[in-house]
């Protein structure tokens, strides 16, 4: 079974940065796709970012682009999410999804990911 464990939430003031992590373990690494999603109270959970299992694809959510970056190192089983001019919009929990590399589904959404962290809040304050 695949574990996914995500960490670095808290709170920070809007236009400040912080940077999220996750572990995946159980399964190589380089067989995962993985992603990002967020989920604030009484909304759906959005789409954030996803990257492809070597790192050379990268895609973001129309509201995160040009803020948000997603990278991987494969070495250390690990995917990151630097978070870049936070606004309070951004506040929500935040869950690191594993999918398996070459599965069928749209990287969108959240049907193509078998395996999820618990999620870390981050808020951001005005």
């Known amino acids: 079974q695949v574990q996914v464990v995500e960490s670095g939430g808290g709170l920070v003031q809007a236009g400040e940065s912080l940077r999220l992590s996750c572990a995946a373990s159980g399964r190589t690494f380089t067989d995962l796709e993985m992603a990002w999603f967020r989920q604030a109270p009484g909304r759906e959970r959005d789409f954030v970012a996803a990257i492809s299992w070597s790192g050379g694809s990268v895609l973001y959510g129309d509201d995160v682009k040009g803020r948000f970056t997603a990278s991987r190192d494969n070495a250390k089983n690990t995917v990151s999410l630097q978070m870049n001019s936070l606004k309070t919009e951004d506040t929500a929990v935040y869950y690191c999804?594993?999918?398996?590399?070459?599965?069928?589904?749209?990287?969108?959404?959240?049907?193509?990911?078998?395996?999820w962290g618990q999620g870390t809040q981050v808020t951001v304050s005005s």
């Open positions: 999804a594993a999918g398996q590399r070459g599965n069928s589904g749209s990287f969108y959404r959240p049907e193509k990911y078998e395996f």
